[in-house]
Structures are given as C-alpha cells and as structure tokens.
Nanobody, 116 residues
Framework: QVQLVESGGGLVQPGGSLRLSCVAS????????MNWYRQAPGKERELVAG????????NYADSVKGRFTISRDNAKKTTYLQMNRLLPDDTAVYYC?????????WGQGTQVTVSS
C-alpha cells in the first residue's frame, strides 16, 4: 500500500522557518522524483520544488528560489522541504508528490500558515 505522510506544518511568523517532512512507503522511493506542491485558498495547485530520482537535479518555483530547499534521504524514504524567510504569500496546504510515470502518488497535505 502506497503512503505519503507529511508533517511539519503549522503557524509561523513572517520571516520564520519551517521544515516539512514526507515519509514514503509502498514503492521504490529512490527511483521516484519527489516534489512539493502547494495550494492556497482560491488558487490552483502549484509546483514549489522538485528533485529527480536518485538525488538528482532540483528545480524550484521562482517565488521560492533562495528561500526553500528540497532534499531527500533515500535510506529513510523521506523527503524534506526546508522553508526559510517565510512570507504571508507562502500560506497554503503543502502536498508531497511522488512521480514515476505512469505512477503518481500524493500525500494528504499539511497546512502552513504565515501570519503575525
């Protein structure tokens, strides 16, 4: 059974930091690209950051470049999103995604709220 379980969301003040984690099970984790998406109220889901399988290349949305870092630990079957210098516009539900087409798996999401 495939599972992606996110954690680490919460309420943080502008300028603060959070680290999201996504623990995977039920598939060959190291071979999959791992991505973080987010969806704010009234907006479409957007790709925030991605990392290719086997710890390959990364890519980021322009809005988070220099502030967010994606990483993965294949031994722990876990991917992370380190978020620094958070802004109110970063408020959203953040989703972990594992993709190796045609397979495409999603977590349940974790809420991140940036507010003073």
């Amino acid at each position: 059974q495939v599972q992606l379980v996110e954690s680490g969301g919460g309420l943080v003040q502008p300028g603060g930091s959070l680290r999201l984690s996504c623990v995977a099970s039920g598939f060959a984790f190291s071979t999959y690209a791992m991505n973080w998406y987010r969806q704010a109220p009234g907006k479409e889901r957007e790709l925030v950051a991605g990392m290719r399988g086997f710890g390959g290349s990364t890519n980021y949305a322009d809005s988070v470049k220099g502030r967010f870092t994606i990483s993965r630990d294949n031994a722990k079957k876990t991917t992370y999103l380190q978020m620094n210098r958070l802004l109110p516009d970063d408020t959203a539900v953040y989703y972990c995604n594992a993709r190796l087409l045609p397979f495409d798996y999603w977590g349940q999401g974790t809420q991140v709220t940036v507010s003073s």
